[in-house]
């Protein structure tokens, strides 16, 4: 398998992970319901590519942020690590990550800007992820990152627009199988950052 098609299919299932599209088009219809089925579809697009927007810069200008604050990619690694596993972790045992809470009941303003772009869908961990991915290489890395999350806020707008088709047919157990199923690969990925960062820590404190 040629390494940027496998780096692109890393990238997506790291978004994927960590956005949890199908978890989220179940607050997306608690969150938009009573909606005629138009407003909705004006909604869903109106977060996504404000998502996409933000999760754009902050890959663009992921070194920029680095050198400006004088942040290493390690100590990015590191905390990217540890912020996305604590979020896989409590998915994994059925809790609510307080990166993904929103107040449900608060029905003013624009539910497209907030809740629902931030933090529902760019969360922390969603521009973790995509700093991470997108500031260890050149402009390949950065392209497959904005391509692969591209791709995933796609298949999200379809997913919320086909929201209450998609809830029925999973049911709750299905809804809940799914969250946990993500909760596990996201700590596993957060873990994988951990360890490469780690062993990277380790090349810099022991002599060669």
Sequence with gaps: ??????????????????MNPIA????????VGAM??????????????????????????????????????????????????????????????????????????????????????AGPGTIATAMNFSADGGWTNILICIAGFALLCLITYIAFINGQRIIRLLGQSGLTVVTRLMGLILAVIGMQMLIEASIEL???????
Excluded at 36 to 62: E, M, R, V, Y
């Design 24 to 31: 989220n088009t179940a607050v997306f219809i608690g969150l």
């Design 36 to 121: 005629p089925a138009k407003k909705q579809k004006q909604t869903a697009l109106k977060a996504l590519l404000l998502t996409f927007g933000i999760i754009l810069c902050f890959s663009l200008l992921g070194k920029a942020i680095f050198h400006l604050f004088g942040i290493s990619l390690l100590a990015m690694r590191l905390t990217g690590g540890i912020l996305i596993f604590i979020v896989g972790y409590q998915m994994l045992h059925g809790e609510s990550s307080k990166l993904h809470t929103h107040n449900s009941g608060d029905e003013e303003g624009d539910l497209s800007i907030t809740p629902l772009a931030v933090p529902i869908l």
């Design 202 to 208: 380790s090349k810099l404190w022991l002599p060669a």
């Design 1 to 18: 398998m040629p390494m940027d098609l496998h780096y692109l299919i890393s990238v997506f299932f790291g978004f994927f992970a960590i």
